[in-house]
Each structure stands twice: as structure tokens, then as C-alpha cells.
């Protein structure tokens, strides 16, 4: 599991992070986001990949799209809480936000159907691969006796 001081220090993640998901082939929703810093909070321009619960981003298209490369970053969803518009908090148009408990990113996407489209995405993922509520803590209402 990849760790937030990772994640905050803008070190690589580690290979487990992302193992067994072929990140180049496929992904539910990949494109240009720019993301702010963790550690530096300056904006920078990246190829992201969304990919059974993971958020990979590289620093371009071609490096995503090539076998075995690292990323430069990993996010699992399952860990995050929330995502949401952020145009008041960062005070730019098309931006958001994922927060899990204890930490938040930012992003801008190119326009309002981009940034809806990232939102929705990372919405399901969230909800499919949440590690806050196992199968069985779920209620049957409708079968409950």
C-alpha cells in the first residue's frame, strides 16, 4: 500500500503500489491534468490513468503508454473519501479535489466537461474498490428477518 509520506515528498511510489495493473492498456479514463504539488505547491502539467483503483500520473502520454515504466506518482481511490469541485478553494476555473481522511489533492482539468468527467470517473472508482465498508457490513434490509 502506497504511503501518504510518499505521495508528499514527491518520492516515486513503490513498485507494489501499482503491481499487476497494466496501466498502459486500457484504462477506465486517462488525460491531461494539471496537478499542484505536495511538497512544492506549484502546478504542473500530467498524463494521468485511472486503472482499478489507481490514479497513476507520468510526467507525459508516451511514458504511460509504455510497458514496465514508473510512475510518478500513485493514488489508491478505495483510500479516498471524497471528490469534488475546488474552484473556490484553489480560486481556478475546472478545479478539484480528493481527499481521503487525512489528506487532499488538487487538480485543474482543461474545461467544466473534463473536470465533471475526472469528478464522475473517480467518483465510481471510489465507490467500487472503498476499503470503508466490507460485504458483510452491509444490511440486507429486504432479506432481513
Known amino acids: 500500500m502506497e504511503s ?7 518520492q516515486d511510489p513503490s513498485r507494489e503500489d501499482y503491481e499487476g495493473i497494466e496501466f498502459w492498456s486500457n484504462p477506465e479514463r486517462s ?19 485511472l486503472k482499478r483503483g489507481k490514479l497513476l500520473w507520468f ?5 504511460a503508454g509504455i510497458r514496465g515504466s514508473t510512475p510518478r506518482g500513485v493514488i489508491s ?15 481556478k476555473p475546472f478545479a478539484f479535489e480528493l ?6 489533492m488538487f487538480f485543474i482539468a482543461d474545461n467544466e466537461k473534463e473536470k465533471e468527467e475526472w469528478i464522475n470517473s473517480i467518483g465510481r472508482s471510489i465507490v467500487q474498490h472503498s476499503r470503508s465498508v466490507t460485504d458483510s457490513e452491509v444490511l440486507d434490509y429486504d432479506h432481513r428477518q
Open 31 to 49: 488525460g491531461w491534468l494539471t496537478k499542484q504539488g505536495d511538497y512544492i505547491k506549484t502546478w504542473r502539467r500530467r498524463w494521468f490513468v
Open 77 to 91: 481511490v478505495g483510500d479516498c473519501l471524497t471528490v469534488k469541485g475546488a474552484e473556490d478553494v484553489v480560486n
Open 59 to 63: 510526467k507525459d502520454q508516451a511514458t
Open 4 to 10: 501518504i509520506w510518499r505521495i508528499a515528498t514527491g
Open 99 to 104: 481527499s481521503s481522511g487525512s489528506y487532499t
